[in-house]
């Protein structure tokens, strides 16, 4: 699987059910680049344990601490691609439970300040 780019559009919504047409505000526009889509405490996690001299059979239980949906097999595959190709720090957050949500909140407030998260258009 390749990793996605994103952009990020945040934006101020007005409904007007009467006329039964909404206004959307542009206020933000953000460039994620694909290196930078990981979540931000997975891959913090996973580089202080290799900042920390740690191994595989580390990474495996920190992955499954995670609750990853992963069998032990496909947790031992991704430590080995860990170890060997180690993370960038992702920006984004993401919430496992029941479905898979986003969060954007760091990427705003870093957007322009770190690389990879290129602020494109924001308001004045």
Known sequence: MLPLTV???????????????????????????????????MTRGINHILDNEGNEDDIIAF??????PVDEIEA?????EIINNPPKQ??????????????????ISLAGQEEGLINIYRAN
């Open 7 to 41: 952009i990020i559009f945040v934006y101020n919504k007005i409904d007007d059910s009467k006329a039964k047409i909404a206004q959307l505000s542009i206020q933000n526009t953000i460039y994620v680049d694909a290196k930078r889509t990981a979540d931000f405490q």
């Open 63 to 68: 992955l499954l601490d995670r609750n990853l």
């Open 76 to 80: 031992a595959n991704l430590a080995e």
């Open 90 to 107: 992702g920006f984004l957050t993401i919430s496992n439970a029941l479905q898979w949500r986003l969060q954007y909140r760091r990427v």
